[in-house]
């Protein structure tokens, strides 16, 4: 199709960067939308209201401001009622459009000059002659510029797109649609590109516009379809090692738990073992609060690989958190009289050389790492499982890349804080999720307080009695900087703490230490000869110290409230009653304390989760969008929950269909979008 202002040369620019067809073009969505639904009279305007007018332009004048040497336009605008003053910077060459006479629309928000009302530097657009303004009015679309399109020559090429296309063909069943009260794709997309003027805003800021719906439903269906397609593919996988729990090792998983199992670790167990058994690869997700026993969960199910002859290896994100897995397991394993190895990039060369070799050779059956683990030069004899203790830190591709590794493992991903069951679709659909509803017996609720920063001395005071009662107590502050002076601030920190209790013993763990220093306090801590231990957010996942019953967090307003839930479960987990102390920053406003209280108001770490996502977004819960989050144009994980459950639905229903009614289409269309990105074998 031919599109008016777009010759060879900027068909070219756009193919260079993937925009080639018509449907790549009115796929370019709006960011949002201007109000120009109404006109106003000039003599209404009001300071600091919007407004959209037009008028004829009485004067022009272009000068150059004496001081700064700018650029500055003035025109008189005049639509019968009242003229008013309108100014340009920087932006002289528009004299050559706009001249005394031009019909002009302006919006913006006049503010009160030192000649009257006057708008600087409105969106503008110019009438042509005898021109009715109705073309510029409505709900105007702002998109991101596209190669050589800025926005405003945008809403002309997709408007005339759009007006000389077909109907859109739909690659959706209409019959899944409708089942939503969805409007076709064509609807949907003209509905976008040009809300009709009676839809209110709200329906535009909260996506709730049918068209959005449709378009973010779209998004959803196909994600949550590639990842159907994975799954069932996996499903259709053989060839994993065949892992049973015979008696005798059924008798060992006994000896390993110095505690009896509760009811929920011992169900995901069975479906764990079901798997293992199965000879399908297994590929699921432990899901659990923290605290709940996951990580000894994990521990059986490694034991039961190793009993049967296999590898199994655990990797965790952080360098602290491997070690720390390394001793749990190995205190567990010593009871079955097994060994772990440590394998991560701070071991000497030597040493690493020396694990590989004995993971090549099978002599070393079981092993905890870090990405190391998954290095090109990591092989191993026979690995038959692999644990992945992440915080959201893989995406799928990176899982399908692990799973390259030996004859098909089976794998075991736990999730280190729990994630809202929405979240948990978009990033690990393609997974059988377990979940441990259940905390081990014993455990007295933590009690949360929430204080501001000039309560500090409170708190203190408090803490002084803490000592007094030979509670350990950690406190955490952010790592407000990464590298050496990041390490400045957290000594500041711990000097901080030494002036403020000099009876106590005060320690430091910061993420820059060398790992012996940082590991020889953590152990004097466990070890009770260091009251208190001031660290960054490395204590965040895994430490566990049964006899730390008080944790201080500094500027907790800085932390994801997802992030604060974990760190109050390094508490807790004794006998102890604990304490978790929430020290906002001097800047925190009443959201930021309203939103730190909902951990007083509850402990329920899926319920702290789905908060976290409802107020901040998906983004800042995963960390950052990079580790795995699928980019999602339209649909809002919150504001779309609905369309997710039932995109989540069709797709799983399409694809388990086995009468195989998916068309042709629909796949191709599926592995174009999502195959790529989610570096997934292509089928067929
Ligand atoms: P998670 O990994 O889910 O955060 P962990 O597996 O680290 O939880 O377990 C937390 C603590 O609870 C550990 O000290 C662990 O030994 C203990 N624990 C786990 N399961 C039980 C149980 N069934 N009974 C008693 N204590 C348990
Ligand atoms: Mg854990």
Not at 38 to 54: C, F, N, Q, S
Not at 385 to 414: C, N, S, W, Y
Not at 417 to 445: H, Q
Not at 555 to 583: K, M, N, P, T, W
Request: proline fraction near 6%; aromatic fraction near 4%; glycine fraction near 8%.
């Amino acid at each position: 199709m031919r599109l008016r202002g777009i010759g060879p040369r900027w068909a070219e620019e756009l193919a260079a960067i993937g925009v080639e067809t018509i449907g790549d073009l009115v796929l370019h969505l709006p960011l949002r939308w201007m109000d120009r639904r109404r006109i106003d009279p000039l003599k209404r305007a009001r300071p600091g209201e919007p407004l959209t007018a037009v008028g004829t332009v009485q004067e022009v004048r272009t000068l150059r401001t004496r001081r700064r040497g700018l650029d500055l336009m003035q025109l008189l605008l005049d639509d019968g009622t009242a003229a008013m003053r309108i100014v340009f910077f920087g932006r002289n060459y528009l004299a050559e459009y706009i001249r005394q006479g031009t019909r002009l629309l302006v919006q913006g928000v006049p503010r009160l000059g030192s000649h009257g009302l006057e708008l600087t530097g409105p969106e503008f657009e110019i009438l042509r002659e005898q021109e009715d303004p109705a073309r510029l009015t409505g709900w105007i679309p702002v998109y991101e510029k596209l190669g050589p399109l800025s926005s405003r020559r945008l809403r002309t090429v997709i408007a005339e797109a759009l007006a000389g296309l077909g109907p859109v063909d739909d690659p959706i069943p209409r019959r899944i649609t409708a089942r939503h009260g969805l409007p076709t794709l064509d609807v949907a997309l003209r509905e976008v590109h040009a809300p009709p003027p009676d839809t209110p805003p709200e329906a535009l800021a909260e996506r709730r516009l049918p068209g959005l719906r449709r378009l973010a439903y779209d998004e959803l269906f196909w994600l949550e379809l590639a990842l159907a397609l994975a799954r069932r593919q996996r499903l259709a996988e053989r060839g994993a090692p065949v892992l049973d729990v015979t008696p005798p090792i059924r008798e060992r998983l006994e000896a390993l738990l110095p505690f009896r199992l509760t009811g929920a670790q011992r169900r995901v167990f069975g479906e764990i073992t079901t798997d293992l058994a199965s000879g399908r690869p297994m590929s699921r997700l432990l899901l659990g609060d923290v605290g709940s026993g996951k990580t000894v969960v994990a521990a059986m199910a490694m034991l039961v690989a190793v009993e049967n002859g296999c590898q199994a290896a655990l990797m965790a994100p952080t360098e602290i958190l491997a070690q720390q897995h390394e001793r749990t397991l190995s205190e567990l394993m010593a009871r079955v009289g097994r060994r772990v190895a440590l394998l991560t990039a701070a071991l000497r060369p030597a040493e690493a050389r020396a694990v590989r070799a004995r993971l090549a050779s099978g002599a070393e059956a079981m092993v905890v790492g870090t990405h190391a683990l998954i290095s090109e030069s990591v092989a191993f004899e026979r690995l038959g499982l692999v644990v992945i203790d992440e915080q959201h830190r893989f995406g799928v591709a990176q899982r399908a890349g692990l799973a390259e590794k030996g004859t098909r493992p089976h794998l075991l991903v736990m999730s280190a804080t729990p994630i809202p069951r929405t979240l948990a679709m978009v990033l690990y659909g393609d997974l059988d999720v377990s979940l441990i509803d259940e905390k081990p017996p014993g455990r007295v609720p933590i009690r949360t307080i929430v204080r501001r920063d000039d309560e500090r001395e409170r708190v203190f005071r408090g803490l002084e009695i803490a000592l007094a009662e030979k509670r350990r107590i950690y406190v955490v502050r952010p790592a407000v900087e990464e590298g050496a002076r990041g390490l400045k601030a957290a000594e500041q920190g711990l000097a901080e703490y030494r002036a403020r209790f000099p009876g106590a013993r005060v320690a430091l763990v910061h993420g820059r230490m060398k790992a012996d220093e940082r590991r020889a306090n953590l152990d004097a801590f466990a070890r009770g000869e260091v009251d208190i231990l001031v660290a960054t957010t490395v204590i965040e996942v895994g430490i566990d110290v049964p006899e730390a019953s008080v944790i201080v967090v500094e500027d907790a307003d800085r932390f994801g409230l997802a992030q604060l839930h974990q760190l109050r479960g390094r508490v807790g987990r004794g006998d102890l009653r604990s304490y978790c102390v929430l020290i906002a920053s001097a800047e925190a406003d009443e959201t930021a304390l309203a939103r730190l209280r909902v951990l007083e108001q509850t402990d329920d770490g899926f319920r702290v989760a789905e908060k976290d996502l409802e107020m901040r977004g998906p983004g800042e819960l995963t960390g950052t969008a990079q580790h795995g989050m699928p980019s999602l144009r339209v649909a809002d994980l919150v504001r779309h929950k609905d369309l997710l459950l039932a995109a989540r639905d069709d797709a799983f229903a399409l694809v388990d269909d086995e009468r195989g009614s998916l068309p042709e289409a629909l796949w191709r269309e599926v592995w174009r979008r999502h195959g790529e990105r989610l570096k997934l074998a292509r089928i067929g």
